[in-house]
């Protein structure tokens, strides 16, 4: 299952990498300090991993066994797995290394959110919301089918054992397993 960043971490993952490379916080707001922005150039994932990434992460070096020089990774939808790792690396600051050389705040702004965009959008055209294992019902779920089936209501309570609850559910599936106690009831 992807993972994919909330807003607002990436908000401030833009903050904190704008104020990390010395950026000024005001400098995005317009000289009346809050008039409409210019609209910003296209971004181009392309000529960014090119300038910043592929001289380690190629074919050849495949610094961290990773190499981005196959063109058909320029589309973050496609590779949603590689593009959160990258994400990840390059807004925490870990990436580019140090020494090396770094985009400009407002450009790594908009790299950043036009993969971030590219990914949820992408999600929400395909979601996958993972998979969930067999499991028993629980005392409630259980209940309510022997109602639904059978038109009998029953008292599960005093019928079944206690549930497990597993972070406060009592419905999550790794933790309702079906038990020998469980059987014989």
């Known amino acids: 299952m992807v993972v994919h960043f909330a807003r607002t971490a990436a908000v401030v993952a833009l903050t904190w990498a704008g104020l990390a490379w010395g950026a000024d916080p005001s400098a995005s707001l317009g000289a009346a300090g809050g ?3 210019q ?13 910043y990434c592929a001289g380690c992460h190629n074919d050849r070096l495949r610094t ?13 939808a496609l590779h949603p797995e590689l593009w ?8 925490t600051g870990q990436m580019p290394p140090p020494r ?5 705040p407002a450009m790594l702004g908009r790299i950043l ?11 929400e055209l395909r979601p996958e919301p993972g ?18 089936l059978l038109g009998v209501t029953i008292d599960t309570s005093a019928l079944l054992l ?4 597993d972070d406060g559910f009592d419905n999550v599936a790794a933790s309702l397993a079906l038990s020998p106690a469980h059987l014989e009831r």
């Not at 961290?64 to 973050?76: E, K």
């Not at 499991?135 to 109602?147: D, F, I, S």
């Open 100 to 104: 090396q050389a770094r985009p400009d």
């Open 113 to 123: 959110t036009d993969v971030i965009n590219t990914l949820d959008r992408a999600a």
């Open 39 to 51: 609209p910003a150039p296209e971004v181009d994932l392309r000529a960014f991993v090119s300038a």
């Open 64 to 76: 961290g066994g990773l190499s981005l020089a196959d063109p058909a990774l320029a589309n973050p």
């Open 131 to 148: 998979r969930v294992g067999a499991h028993r019902l629980n005392r409630t779920e259980y209940g309510n089918a022997v109602r639904d």
């Open 84 to 91: 959160e790792k990258v994400l990840h690396k390059v807004s």
């Open 162 to 165: 206690q549930d497990e609850a």
């Open 35 to 37: 008039a409409a922005r």
